[in-house]
Nanobody, 115 residues
Framework: QVQLVESGGGLVQTGGSLRLSCAAS????????MAWYRQAPGKQRELVAT???????NYADSVKGRFTISRDNAKSTVYLQMNSLKPEDTAVYSC?????????WGQGTQVTVSS
């Protein structure tokens, strides 16, 4: 069992930055692929960024060059550094841990970008 707790969301102006954190409990965090998703009101959930157990990263086209995902296995934590934020980045951001057919989700953290 893995429990995920996100933090770091909030209200920021256009062009600002935020860093989200997702702390995982449980063992073998390093074996899980981690990801950040987001869901805006009235829209489907969108994959934002992933980082594999080996550190390989992938990003949605909409955030490439602005967001950076990273992980600290010693702290069992994954981060999402978000720069040059835009109003369209406003959403609830959720952390996901995946290992094969096993998925765990955090409760989400709200990010609001004002214009």
């Amino acid at each position: 069992q893995v429990q995920l707790v996100e933090s770091g969301g909030g209200l920021v102006q256009t062009g600002g930055s935020l860093r989200l954190s997702c702390a995982a409990s449980g063992k073998i965090f390093s074996a899980y692929a981690m990801a950040w998703y987001r869901q805006a009101p009235g829209k489907q959930r969108e994959l934002v960024a992933t980082i594999g157990s080996g550190g390989r990263t992938n990003y949605a086209d909409s955030v490439k060059g602005r967001f950076t995902i990273s992980r600290d296995n010693a702290k069992s934590t994954v981060y999402l550094q978000m720069n040059s934020l835009k109003p369209e980045d406003t959403a609830v951001y959720s952390c996901n841990a995946n290992r094969g057919i096993i998925d765990y989700w955090g409760q989400g953290t709200q990010v609001t970008v004002s214009s």
